[in-house]
């Protein structure tokens, strides 16, 4: 039988837990339909939240309603690529234009490069108007996911700013969807190409309920054959953490040590060991590696305590003040590696964190090798 845990960037879990409410803002624009302010939504949340998995609930909604959907990362190319799909589409719907094939899409610029002579070329505007109007005959849409939006090039941005606005303004079936960290969201959006997705519904995803996790856990192993006892379930379900990414590592790692047919205390110890140093060498270091060198040697400073960190600490620990303290307490809080603890204190955000940067600390590791 194969591990039916799936601890890799955007691959679907075998459950999708505690994700009940962060869709319906979203499912009821679909309903809803041209208009309505969810078809416009901005997923956040730190590396490993589940932003890509939900994206990709959320297409199947759309799709399962009669919507289009287009899928895309924003990497350069973007809107050709997006032309060259909806182009597609309005074939596929018997509105392509009749014996022209797209034969190949430009890079770097925006136009479509077709059969058809330069001067029947159409702008992808009326591409994309002609596409939703059609959908909008059949009473759906067009959504339009992009995932990673903080590395759109601002370019294209403007141009698809534009087109998007356009559709709205004819109250046509448009939504777009975007997900990225907190950080890199918050910056982009307050850029002046990013003022139409100020009024985007922004969905902040956070850990789930270790409740929700016993019970997802249990689901997943009665599926098959392992066995797992209540107890045992307790504790994997708590060394997650609630942690999305860190659900499907213990889950994945307990379940390939149970050669026997059944989860051991001793083999469920050992999974759960893997599983937190595969998140060190995967989610950890990448987070970090997104961080400025200051930015981790605040981590490290925090990391000095047992429990949540006072700012003042940490400033004193830096030898800074607290309003330097402070700039970089707000920068790692957008970046979503830290929270807000009451009281003017701050803990970690992702789980095991502390742990990893003691441990690299300890063995003589700084901040810029980190
Ligand atoms: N709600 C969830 N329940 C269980 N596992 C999840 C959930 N969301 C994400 N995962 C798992 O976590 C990992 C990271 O998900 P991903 O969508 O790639 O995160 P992000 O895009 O935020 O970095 C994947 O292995 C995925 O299967
Ligand atoms: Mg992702």
Redesign the pocket.
């Known amino acids: 039988m194969r591990n039916p845990f799936?601890?890799?960037?955007?691959?679907?879990?075998p459950?999708?837990?505690?994700?009940e409410d962060a869709l319906d803002g979203f499912k009821e624009a679909i309903n809803d339909g041209s208009g309505s302010p969810g078809l416009l939504t901005i997923f956040t949340?730190p590396?490993?939240?589940?932003?890509?998995?939900?994206l990709t609930a959320a297409e199947e909604f759309a799709q399962a309603q009669g919507w289009v959907v287009i899928s895309e990362t924003a990497t350069t190319g973007l809107i050709p690529r997006l032309t060259s799909s909806m182009i597609l589409r309005l074939e596929e719907l018997g509105n392509g234009p009749p014996g022209r094939r797209l034969t190949a899409v430009t890079a770097g610029g925006f136009g479509v490069t077709t059969q058809l002579a330069p001067a029947r070329q159409r702008p992808w505007r009326d591409i994309a108007t002609q596409l939703v109007t059609v959908l909008d005959g059949h009473g759906t849409g067009l959504l339009i996911t992009i995932d990673e939006i903080h590395a759109v090039n601002r370019e294209e941005l403007t141009e698809l700013a534009a087109v998007i606005q356009h559709l709205i303004r004819e109250d046509l079936p448009i939504g777009l969807l975007v997900?990225g960290i907190p950080k890199a969201v918050s910056d982009l959006l307050n850029e002046d190409v990013s003022t139409f997705l100020r009024r985007a519904d922004r969905v902040d995803l956070k850990d789930?309920a270790i409740r929700d996790v016993e019970v997802?856990l249990a689901a997943t192993f009665a599926d098959t054959d392992v066995t797992i006892t209540p107890s045992q379930l307790r504790y994997a379900a708590e060394a997650t953490g609630g942690y999305?990414?860190l659900?499907?590592l213990v889950g994945y790692h307990v379940w390939r040590r149970a050669v026997t047919g059944s989860v051991t205390d001793e083999s469920l110890a050992e999974g759960i060991d893997a599983a937190r140093r595969r998140l060190g060498s995967t989610v950890l270091q990448a987070s970090l590696a997104d961080l400025s060198q200051v930015d981790r040697t605040f981590l490290l400073k925090m990391a000095d305590d047992d429990g949540p960190s006072k700012v003042a600490d940490i400033a004193s620990r830096l030898g800074e003040n607290t309003k330097y303290a402070g700039v970089y307490r707000r920068r790692l809080i957008d970046a979503g590696v830290i929270v807000n603890a009451g009281r003017g204190l701050l803990d970690f955000s992702v789980p095991h964190l502390r742990q990893y940067l003691r441990e690299h600390a300890a063995s003589g590791i700084d901040s810029n090798t980190l």
């Open positions: 799936k601890p890799t960037a955007g691959a679907r879990p459950l999708l837990v505690g994700r949340g590396r490993g939240v589940g932003k890509t998995v939900l997900a789930v997802a999305p990414f659900i499907q």
